[in-house]
């Protein structure tokens, strides 16, 4: 199937509002109080282990998953088996097309609603079929030290592409150990098992796709990085760490991107070079930069509210979402 290129979308002074968003999957606006009742995550139709036994450089990953965040904002941490969680579209509705959805959380905390089970049933809406990756985390107790802010200034330098990588840990249960770099094999794991079991889940081997938020972004752009083999048909990055403007590889998939203007814990930047990264490499591409909504697209009353829906309409012009 050859697919159209496509234009920049989004860098507007003021992005044009649509109709009908689902507000559920992103977080409360910024300042609001949370809903007085607790919320359970819907229960995945079937948890796949990503690796037949322990996950490849985990072998001394001595702790427990724990669950943590809170009854409105359900998170995981110290995820050392990675699985997917599988939720399928309505058999009447399905295309047989496959996302998998990797939270964000900065390598600590996986977000497991807004940006994992709610997104999975907003696909499963469109007739896609979901997977929730619970992909390898930095080990993290009560005692780990946040990390220290970036300004917007530096976050949005150009050339983003020749920054280093961020430093491994010296010190810890992990130390030397690159946690970002497990998660990306987690998340192309998670493609070659899916492409290979397509018939059983009943997909499309051709039709497998992912999509990432924050560090779940990064995971997203390790997966597109990879083999050919693992790597994804077609990709989504919202508001992605680790993405950069370095040239995208022979075969890279046609790729969504979302982000806010005023994103204070990645900037914008990034995706602008990304963009500017497929285009120049003539590979389909679509941009949406909107002008408030913040990291995680919490702050609430613009564009970024219904960025699911500019994802629906793009996954329909490229084909996912036909029988």
């Known amino acids: 199937m050859k697919l159209p290129h496509l234009s920049l979308l989004g860098l507007l002074a003021a992005a044009t509002i649509a109709s009908g968003a689902d507000t559920s999957l992103t977080p409360p606006p910024d300042g609001a109080a949370a809903p007085a009742l607790g919320m359970r995550l819907a229960p995945p139709a079937k948890v796949i282990s990503l690796y037949p036994g322990i996950a490849p450089g985990s072998e001394n990953w001595n702790w427990a998953e724990r669950s943590a965040g809170s009854p409105t904002n359900p998170t995981v941490q110290n995820v050392v088996h990675p699985v997917l969680l599988y939720y399928p579209a309505d058999k009447d509705k399905a295309v047989g097309t496959a996302m998998i959805v990797a939270p964000g959380g900065g390598f600590i905390n996986l977000m497991m609603s807004y940006e994992g089970v709610d997104i999975a049933k907003r696909l499963n809406a469109m007739g896609v079929d979901a997977f929730v990756l619970k992909y390898r985390l930095r080990y993290d107790d009560a005692n780990t030290p946040p990390r220290p802010p970036i300004s917007m200034a530096e976050l949005n330098e150009p050339g983003t592409a020749n920054r280093p990588p961020p430093p491994l840990p010296t010190t810890g249960p992990q130390a030397g150990q690159d946690v970002r770099a497990m998660a990306g094999a987690d998340g192309r794991q998670a493609i070659r098992l899916i492409r290979r079991d397509a018939a059983a889940y009943g997909v499309r081997p051709d039709r ?46 046609p790729l969504f991107i979302a982000v806010a203007a005023d994103d204070q814990s990645v900037g914008y930047r990034r995706s602008l070079e990304v963009f500017d990264a497929w285009r120049t490499a003539n590979i389909p591409v679509e941009l949406h930069i909107f002008q408030t909504g913040r990291h995680g697209f919490g702050r609430k009353g613009g564009g970024a509210d219904h960025f699911m829906d500019r994802l629906e309409e793009w996954l329909k012009l490229n084909g996912y979402l036909t029988k």
């Open 208 to 253: 497998i796709g992912i999509i990432g938020f924050s560090a779940g972004g990064s995971v997203v752009m390790r997966t597109i990085r990879g083999a050919p083999e693992t790597r994804p048909d077609f990709a989504a990055a919202i508001y992605a760490a680790d993405a950069n403007g370095a040239p995208p590889p022979a075969g890279a998939p």
